[in-house]
């Protein structure tokens, strides 16, 4: 059995599967490694996929933006794409926030998005009784994507063209002088670099007091009609995902955190009565919605909302990508684009240009430290 790689992956949800195809594409002796089923763990498993371009903080466009970022979009994007719904994504939010949103429009390019002063435009007005004052923005081109399809479709182009090897945990990784050896059970494995995609239940060490993991938990209810796309809804602080003509999923705000996904307490707390009180304000009261079933996953959060993308220090042959906070599937192309571009230039001894670094300085791992010591 092969035991030496350019690089080893460990996670197989969708960041860790669109990092290790990107790598494979370039041209990298990859192994990805996933100690259950690819996409079964973590923010993978629950996540609603709402793929949407539009985003409030500026440092994170480059990562949500749809297109290549350096014009090659390769694999990861064209499987993201021929998975894409295209049913349009809605934001209901006052003026101020729909301005700032705006401001992203400004940057990427205006097509596709419509802004409207009122809701009546979404659904025939059905939630303009509900809205009053609150304002309407669409973005034509978002959607929702199969996470757990796509992660299914990634990994098979591993495992084809490269290692992958599911059902097997790492155990530690052991830096050695200028390559990193990862046991897992009986196997110990080499390889020139590491990436660490594990979220919130991996088994390496993070910088100090930069990650945690979070119940996301979310209900489920029934109702006479669905919204015809998804909305994110900011006057209540949630989102409602259509799953079908009669059933929405809506995300909960009782949530918990811990140092470990393992340390999570489960308990589905008082989510659902919460989420119906939510959604009530959008029109579907007792009378005409039925909560079916509250479930809580889990995903791995920073606390100012930006990843962790970059070496664990400064001369680590470790990569972190992690702390999606819940909505990496959104990301992940552009991240796995940006992580071969460098391990590209780290193998070949060229330096990252200014423009790179100007995009990735946001989400070093060593920021917090940094705090810290400040």
């Keep these: 059995m092969k035991t030496s790689f350019d690089v080893i992956v460990i996670g ?42 539009l985003e409030l903080d500026a440092a994170l466009r480059p990562l949500t933006r749809r297109e290549s970022l350096y014009g090659n979009p390769g694999i990861v994007h064209a499987l993201y794409e021929s998975a894409l719904n295209r049913s349009g994504v809605a934001y209901i939010a006052s003026a101020e926030v729909c301005g700032q949103y705006l401001e992203a429009v400004d940057s990427e390019g205006c097509e596709g998005i419509e802004l409207h002063a009122s809701v009546d435009a979404l659904d025939n007005g059905r939630f303009s009784p509900f809205c009053a004052g609150e304002c309407l923005l669409i973005e034509r081109n978002g959607g929702t994507v199969d996470a757990r399809v796509t992660v299914s479709n990634l990994c098979r182009y591993v495992s084809e063209k490269a290692t992958y090897l599911d059902h097997l945990a790492v155990d530690r990784c052991v830096e050695m002088d ?56 900011h006057h209540l602080n949630t989102y409602l995902l259509p799953l079908g003509r009669n059933l929405v999923q809506v995300g909960g705000q009782r949530r918990q955190r811990a140092e470990h996904a393992d340390q999570l307490s489960m308990a589905p707390l008082d989510n659902e009565q919460d989420v119906m009180d939510r959604v009530s304000r959008l029109g579907y009261d007792r009378h005409h919605s039925l909560p079916v079933v509250t479930q809580v996953g889990w995903d791995a959060y920073t606390e100012d909302g930006r990843p962790l993308i970059g070496r664990s220090s400064a001369k680590s042959h470790i990569f972190i990508a992690t702390g999606f906070c819940g909505i990496g599937f959104k990301m992940a192309p552009n991240v796995a684009e940006l992580l071969a571009f460098e391990l590209g230039g780290l193998m070949s001894g060229v330096s990252m240009d200014a423009a790179y670094r100007s995009v990735m300085d946001a989400f070093r791992p060593s920021r917090f430290a940094e705090v810290a010591l400040s």
């Design 178 to 233: 200028g390559h990193v050896q990862v046991h897992a059970g009986k196997l110990c494995l080499e390889a020139t670099w590491v990436v660490d995609a594990c979220g919130a239940s991996g088994p390496l060490p993070r910088p100090s007091n930069a990650l945690h993991a979070r119940t996301i938990p979310f209900t489920r209810f029934g109702c006479d009609q669905a919204p015809s796309m998804p909305i994110v809804a």
């Design 12 to 53: 197989a949800g969708i960041m860790g599967a669109s990092i290790a195809a990107a790598l494979v594409e370039s041209g990298f002796d990859v192994a990805l490694m996933e100690k259950g089923i690819a996409g079964a763990q973590g923010a993978t498993r629950d996540t609603g996929g709402i793929v949407r371009g």
